[in-house]
């Protein structure tokens, strides 16, 4: 099956040169139920327990939603 995946961003905050970057993807089904769970007053934290992101990717993806006038 193939899966779209949405490119978050990543960040780095660790000072170490090697560091890997988050891992910060969703698919599309993630960023459709965050969406409608947001729009349904569903907390970042629990949106990012119910799809397994982290609460922080949860805001970012809204943010982005928000920004492209999806949310």
Same mark, same amino acid.
């Given at each position: 099956?193939?899966? #779209?995946?949405?490119?978050? %961003?990543?960040? @780095?905050?660790?000072?170490? &040169?090697?560091?890997?970057? /988050?891992?910060?993807?969703?698919?599309?089904?993630?960023?459709?139920?965050?969406? #409608?769970?947001?729009?349904? %007053?569903?907390? @970042?934290?629990?949106?990012? &327990?119910?799809?397994?992101? /982290?609460?922080?990717?949860?805001?970012?993806?809204?943010?982005?939603?928000?920004?492209?006038?999806?949310?």
């Amino acid at each position: 099956m193939l899966h #779209r995946v949405i490119r978050l %961003g990543h960040f @780095d905050l660790s000072t170490e &040169r090697n560091a890997m970057p /988050a891992n910060r993807e969703m698919t599309m089904r993630q960023m459709r139920q965050v969406l #409608r769970l947001h729009a349904s %007053g569903t907390s @970042d934290r629990e949106i990012g &327990r119910t799809v397994g992101a /982290a609460r922080s990717t949860v805001r970012d993806a809204i943010k982005r939603a928000k920004a492209a006038g999806l949310a």
